[in-house]
């Protein structure tokens, strides 16, 4: 869902974190990533190939826990895709997700994950990259 007017952000600022809020009112778009619990219903548009592909998420909890990663993964995908056209990107978590869902989702259907605050960010604002662990820290080779 893309929030563009000032009255959506305002509406979904609402439920943010206070630290977050200037943020989300200063940036031009603001997306909110979610996922579709009933996404299984597409597979045969998506899945032309696997007739029986509708019936791979038998539970809530397979079709929540896949909605979940795959909704990170496009969202990510759409930050280098924002980057690649010289756009900056924000990431944020800091939010009430099941006040946005019953706000911006009523159908109960419908899960946030993530905002993408979309815009062009000022070097004076821009804070410089966090650390990171090192790869020995966190990666095995087999
Ligand atoms: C999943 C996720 C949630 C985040 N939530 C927030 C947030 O609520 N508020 C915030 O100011 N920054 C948040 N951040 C961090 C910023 O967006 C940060 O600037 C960005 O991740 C760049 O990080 P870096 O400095 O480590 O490169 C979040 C980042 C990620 C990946």
Redesign the pocket.
């Known amino acids: 869902m893309f929030l563009v007017s000032e009255e959506a952000r305002q509406r979904f600022a609402a439920h943010?974190?206070p630290?977050?809020v200037a943020?989300i009112m200063s940036a031009p778009c603001v997306i909110l990533v979610a996922y579709d619990l009933d996404f299984p219903d597409h597979m045969a548009q998506l899945r032309p190939d696997a007739p029986g592909a509708t019936g791979w998420w038998p539970t809530e909890e397979g079709r929540s826990y896949d909605g979940l990663r795959n909704s990170a993964l496009q969202g990510g995908y759409l930050m280098l895709a924002a980057r690649a056209l010289g756009l900056d990107?924000?990431?944020?978590?800091?939010?009430d997700r099941e006040a946005v869902d019953r706000d911006f989702f009523p159908s109960g259907r419908i899960k946030s994950n993530?905002i993408i605050c979309l815009g062009t960010g000022t070097t004076e604002k821009l804070?410089?990259?966090?650390?990171?662990l090192s790869f020995d820290e966190v990666a095995r080779i087999l």
């Open positions: 943010a974190e630290g977050n943020k990107i924000g990431p944020i978590g800091g939010f993530f804070h410089p990259r966090q650390p990171r």
